[in-house]
């Protein structure tokens, strides 16, 4: 994994393991593999731009009260699902620590207002030409 751009304090995500859903026979049943990764975003120590970028973001895995939850399932080892769940969480934090480019608003030229306008006009005869056909019988 790469270097992450905002690091998380590892003390702040609370892990509970539970069992897993789907197949794996004998080893769903009997043995808690799956990870649920509890990230509290407002009492964590991210920077505050940060966690506005987050707590704004419209991910159906950030409740209302500003909760990270993560289910890593993937795997039959729980520490191989800890280990996933905290990168899905990095992932999140990182995909908000870089800022969008600004967009420029630009105006079309000239040529390209006229070759469009073109287009329509000619698309428009075409369209004309599929009427009924009046006809001097």
């Known amino acids: 994994m790469p270097e992450p751009l905002i690091p998380i304090n590892h003390d702040e995500i609370d892990f509970s393991a539970i069992r897993a859903q789907g197949s794996g026979g004998q080893n769903v049943n009997k043995v808690s593999t799956a990870i649920h990764l509890r990230y509290a975003i407002p009492a964590s120590s991210l920077p505050e731009a940060i966690k506005e970028r987050l707590l704004a973001l419209s991910d159906q895995r950030i409740t209302a009260d500003g909760v990270v939850v ?50 329509k006009a000619t698309r428009g005869d075409v369209k004309k030409l599929r009427g009924r056909v009046s006809g001097s019988e």
């Open 70 to 119: 993560i289910k890593a399932q993937t795997t039959r080892s729980q520490e191989q699902n800890k280990a996933e769940a905290v990168e899905r969480l990095q992932t999140l934090v990182d995909s908000v620590a870089v800022l969008p480019k600004r967009r420029k608003a630009t105006k079309p030229t000239k040529s390209s207002q006229r070759k469009r306008l073109d287009g």
